[in-house]
T-cell receptor, first 113, second 112 residues
Framework: NAGVTQTPKFQVLKTGQSMTLQCAQD?????MYWYRQDPGMGLRLIYY???????DKGEVPNGYNVSRLNKREFSLRLESAAPSQTSVYFC????????????FGEGSWLTVV | GEDVEQSLFLSVREGDSSVINCTYT??????LYWYKQEPGAGLQLLTY?????DMKQDQRLTVLLNKKDKHLSLRIADTQTGDSAIYFC????????????FGSGTQLTVLP
């Protein structure tokens, strides 16, 4: 019962470094999402992929890129990390794209110093 | 734009009822959700309600919707220590997960 798996769980980066957060789901879901969660705020959508081969910007896409490598995997890349990108990142997936069918990963804690 | 607001903290005694409140601004909201986030984990959907309903009950959970006042509440009966978590309210007008607007979450602490 893996569900949505994210790696790494914790990461510390220096300003200007790059890194990729990996996400994989084993539920054969069409849609996948990347969110960030900051203290005192709800989740905000960074990017999403409605289906394999498509990606679209969410509410806060600046400073990020994504790749929907195949139906299972959706990665989030920070090309030049900034302290403002210190956050908890959640990957999610859903079979239909509906809000009542979304499944979340356990989160990746990223600190940029 | 849309805005969803919740109080940040709530403490209750074990066995009491908890009521978590949420207000939203988008009058076209069609779907309203409650998610639970336990420490170190992702969000888990608890329940949702359509805007044409005013109440939904699911075991210990009761959702009340006042569409006129744009107010949503989640009542947890007989609150247990395992209910300690952050509860997020979210709204959407299409049902699409990519268009959800989340509140900032309410930290529920259940005291023994």
């Amino acid at each position: 019962n893996a569900g949505v798996t994210q790696t790494p769980k914790f990461q510390v980066l220096k300003t200007g470094q790059s890194m990729t957060l990996q996400c994989a789901q084993d539920m054969n879901h069409n849609s996948m999402y990347w969110y960030r969660q900051d203290p005192g705020m709800g989740l905000r959508l960074i990017y999403y992929s409605a289906s394999e081969g498509t990606t679209d910007k969410g509410e806060v896409p600046n400073g990020y890129n994504v790749s929907r490598l195949n139906k299972r995997e959706f990665s989030l890349r920070l090309e030049s990390a900034a302290p403002s990108q210190t956050s908890v990142y959640f990957c999610a997936s859903s079979p239909t794209g509906d809000g009542n069918t979304i499944y979340f990963g356990e989160g990746s804690w990223l600190t940029v110093v | 734009g849309e805005d969803v607001e919740q109080s940040l903290f709530l403490s209750v005694r074990e066995g009491d009822s908890s009521v978590i409140n949420c207000t939203y601004t988008d009058s076209s909201s069609t779907y309203l959700y409650w998610y639970k986030q336990e420490p170190g984990a992702g969000l888990q959907l608890l329940t949702y309600i359509f805007s044409n309903m005013d109440m939904k009950q699911d075991q210990r959970l009761t959702v009340l919707l006042n569409k006129k006042d744009k107010h949503l509440s989640l009542r947890i009966a007989d609150t247990q220590t395992g209910d300690s978590a952050i509860y997020f309210c979210a709204e959407g007008n299409s049902g699409s997960a990519r268009q959800l607007t989340f509140g900032s979450g309410t930290q529920l602490t259940v005291l023994p």
